[in-house]
Nanobody, 118 residues
Framework: VQLVESGGGLVQAGGSLRLSCAAS????????MGWYRQAPEKQRELVAI???????NYADSVKDRFTISRLNADNTVYLQLNSLKPEDTGVYYC?????????????WGQGTQVTVSS
């Protein structure tokens, strides 16, 4: 399974971005797909996650500003980032969980940089 992310960039505070993550190399539907971010010198943290049934969960810091969604039944998810703040700056990573012969297996994307200027 390969994950390809896109959509990062530089934006001013208050602006918006949309990230996308497409999973390929499997005919299965994902168990969960989510976005994590890592700021410099900080641990990677969960931002938003969606499961195969469409249930979503968000970090408190992004609730009401970010929205995770999926494209129909495809293994593609989006993260809409609105009202961005400088503290949202970091590398955003997509992670997907698929059921494999090993059980639940995690796959990570390469990351996309989001920089919010004040």
């Amino acid at each position: 399974v390969q994950l390809v992310e896109s959509g990062g960039g530089l934006v001013q505070a208050g602006g918006s971005l949309r990230l996308s993550c497409a999973a390929s190399g499997t005919s299965r539907s994902f168990f969960t797909m989510g976005w994590y971010r890592q700021a410099p010198e900080k641990q990677r943290e969960l931002v938003a996650i969606i499961n195969g049934g469409g249930t979503t969960n968000y970090a408190d810091s992004v609730k009401d500003r970010f929205t995770i969604s999926r494209l129909n039944a495809d293994n593609t998810v989006y993260l809409q980032l609105n009202s961005l703040k400088p503290e949202d700056t970091g590398v955003y990573y997509c992670k997907a969980e698929f059921v494999t012969f090993r059980g639940l297996t995690d796959y990570w994307g390469q990351g996309t940089q989001v920089t919010v200027s004040s």
